[in-house]
């Protein structure tokens, strides 16, 4: 099959391609232990990541009963990008099995995309770091085009952006979002259901649900009529 004719992949980023909770959590507990907060153990917090620094940050002084104010609140999401921004590729890493999966997925001439709620800046930091950028046709964050999943305009975009058609693209996510952002834009989705929601991904009801990036390729083949 020509390698034009193939989907392109769009991926999620922090639990869809990167085990990013170590470096995010990490954050997290640096702006809390300046506010005087305990920190939130990472097994727990987990499910807090997937909606932006602002929201983690929210969702973590919650925990706490702590509200604060709308400057407050961008002082802290200031000081926590910043820290994150020194510490993005301590402990995060690839999921097991992603170099294998996109190898095969690449032979077989796909493309790649990323279309994270991720600070595009931060996003591309984090790959770099990681030595995954090259893989990747396009990176796109939350401020990349001004509008954040699931807003199907981001996705459109992302896909443009690439080289690639909508019509021939597939999501891989973890999260309400990227099912959310696949169904109005009309594209199949891959869940994972190793990454970051308060709602299992089965429930969610992906196209297909996969629980190893080794699992990846066929699921593609499996959602691919030429």
């Known amino acids: 099959m020509p390698a034009s004719s193939l989907p392109i992949i769009v991926f999620d980023l922090d639990g869809t391609l990167v085990e990013t909770a170590p470096d995010l959590i990490g954050a997290l507990n640096y702006v809390l232990d300046r506010e005087g907060l305990p920190p939130v153990p990472l097994a727990s917090a987990r499910n807090m990541i997937g909606a932006g620094a602002r929201k983690l940050i929210e969702r973590g002084l919650e925990v706490e ?14 000081d926590f990008v ?13 999921f097991d099995g992603l170099d294998a999966a996109l190898d095969r997925l690449e032979a077989q001439g796909h493309r790649f995309a990323v279309c994270t709620n991720k600070l595009e800046w931060l996003s591309k930091l984090l790959l770099d770091r990681l030595g995954l950028t090259p893989r990747f046709a396009a990176i796109c964050g939350a401020d990349t ?15 443009a952006r690439a080289g690639g058609r909508l019509p021939d693209a ?6 309400g979002p990227d099912v959310g952002v696949a169904r109005r834009a009309g594209v199949p989705v891959i869940g994972v259901d190793f990454g970051y929601t308060d709602v299992p991904m089965a429930e969610l009801k992906p196209d297909r ?8 390729p066929d699921a593609v083949a499996s959602l691919w009529t030429p």
């Open 82 to 94: 910043a820290y994150y921004a020194d510490h993005i590729a301590d402990g995060s890493r690839p």
């Open 209 to 216: 649900l996969i629980s190893h990036m080794a699992d990846l």
């Open 170 to 175: 597939i999501m891989v996510g973890d999260a």
């Open 65 to 78: 009963g702590r509200a604060v104010s709308v400057a407050e609140l961008d002082r802290l999401t200031k």
């Open 145 to 159: 085009f001004g509008v954040a999943k699931p807003d199907p305009a981001f996705l459109r975009e992302t896909v």
